[in-house]
Every structure is written in C-alpha cells, then in structure tokens.
C-alpha cells in the first residue's frame, strides 16, 4: 500500500501541483455527490430498474470512475510555461 502511495506521489509531481489540487477537488466532489445523493441513486433509479445491490454498488463504482477520469483529464488555471510575449 506504502507503495501504491509513492508512486501515486511521485506521479503527482511529475503533473504538477495546480493539476494535483484540481484533480484532488473534482475527486472529494464526486464523493461528496455520490455521498449526498445516495439514496436517490440508489434507492430510486438503481434500484427501480430491478438492479440487484451487487449491480447498482457496480453502476455507482463505474460512475465515480467516469468522474475521476474527466477530473484528471482537466487543464490547470494557471499554464505551465509562461507564453512569449511575440
């Protein structure tokens, strides 16, 4: 696990700290949503559409993935090499 945890810094490194913050926000915020909105989600669409709890944990886990996926998939605020002035 130690390692899992290196490497996942060493690879936030290399990224850069403005792509690390924003990826690290859109991740505590997908959290955050599927936390918020569990009931409705599992409880109204998942599972009114005959999924078992196995299928709809499936369909939320696929879901936070999708989101972790755009979250890295972001550009950084500020740029990472200052534009010439040309």
Known sequence: ???LAGFGAILGFLRGWNREVIATAGILLATFGLF???ALIRGTLLL?????????FTIQLLIFFA???IAYQNRSF???????AN
Do not use: H
């Not at 500020?78 to 010439?84: A, G, V």
């Open 48 to 56: 009114s559409i005959g999924l078992s709890r196995d299928q709809s």
């Open 67 to 69: 989101i972790v996926y």
């Open 78 to 84: 500020l740029p990472d090499k200052p534009r010439d």
């Open 1 to 3: 696990m130690w390692v």
């Open 36 to 38: 918020q909105f569990d």
